[in-house]
């Protein structure tokens, strides 16, 4: 099992920042990948971004690409979303998740940080 707890979610700015933080524990992250998702009211769960434990691979998905940032610390056992450049319609709940690298699926999932850009 791996226990997840995201925080750093409040309120900003258009065109400011917030930075994402996921706590890991339970077992070794070391095959596993960091995934954030977000969902909007009335809208579908969305990939934003991922990355790899072990090698720091990372990807990202359209809406954020540019003006996001994955990052893990591993002494820390903390993957991280620095989100930079916020539009409104990047208001939705965060979450974090982590998926076996032998696997497909993201199994493990946070709670949940609310994320409000307001112009």
């Known amino acids: 099992q791996v226990q997840l707890v995201e925080s750093g979610g409040g309120l900003a700015q258009v065109g400011g920042s917030l930075r994402l933080s996921c706590v890991a524990s339970?077992?070794?992250?070391?095959?596993?990948?960091m995934g954030w998702f977000r969902q909007a009211p009335g809208k579908e769960r969305e990939f934003v971004a991922s990355?790899?434990?072990?090698?720091?691979?990372?990807h990202y998905a359209d809406p954020m690409r540019g003006r996001c940032t994955v990052s893990v610390d591993k002494a820390k056992n903390t993957a991280s979303l620095q989100m930079n450049n916020l539009k409104p319609e990047d208001t939705a709940v965060y979450y974090c998740?982590?998926?076996?690298?032998?696997?497909?699926?993201?199994?493990?999932w946070g709670q949940g940080t609310q994320v409000t850009v307001s112009s």
């Open positions: 339970g077992r070794s992250l070391s095959s596993y990948a």
């Open positions: 990355i790899r434990w072990d090698d720091g691979w990372t």
């Open positions: 998740a982590a998926r076996a690298l032998s696997g497909v699926r993201f199994d493990f």
